[in-house]
């Protein structure tokens, strides 16, 4: 089966909505987490503009573990509480971080990335791990892209056996 992703237009809000429903589309009939992960890691790098890297984190013996992503070859083990996708898992809540080069304790797994946003993913009160994304440009992201991502994760928790 091919899937012809297209690179929404539009408005964030579009551009999301649209994204949605590609995402609903790959989900369709899948219930695995990896490879709905690796679709939508995919589905994302291809489907936005500026971005460098996007991808999944998932908690595995209290360290965030690689997942699949779309990107260069990126760090393996993230602790909790460091760096933005560890700060973000730790606090549950989504960061959007405008310039990762004044983040206190920033992971730079590739030096080209400026801003970054992480979304935790969190199902029935059990951190699973975060959504990450980046841009090799700074102020990348707004509150619209933070809950574009949200509900792309959202998605990716209901579509999958956890």
């Not at 975060?130 to 509900?151: C, H, K, M, Q, Y």
Request: proline share 5%; glycine share 10%; charged share 25%.
């Amino acid at each position: 089966m091919t899937f012809a992703v297209e690179r929404p237009s539009g408005t964030k809000a579009e551009i999301y909505r649209e994204l949605v429903l590609q995402a609903r589309g790959l989900f369709e009939g899948e219930r695995d987490p990896i490879a709905n992960a690796a679709n939508l890691a995919s589905l994302i790098f291809n489907g936005l503009d500026d971005l460098n890297w996007a991808g999944f984190y998932f908690l595995r013996e209290g360290d965030l573990v690689l997942g699949p992503f779309q990107g260069k070859p990126a760090c393996v083990r993230i602790a909790m509480g460091k760096g933005v996708c560890g700060t973000a898992a730790a606090s549950r809540e989504t960061l959007v971080v405008p310039d990762v080069g004044v983040f206190p304790g920033h992971i730079a797994c590739d030096v080209a990335s400026r801003s970054e946003i992480v979304v935790p993913l969190v199902k029935h009160g059990r951190l699973l791990g975060v959504l990450d994304i980046d841009s090799p440009t700074r102020n990348r992201f707004t509150e619209e892209d933070a809950a574009g991502f949200e509900a792309l994760g959202a998605l990716w928790l209901d579509a999958s056996d956890l």
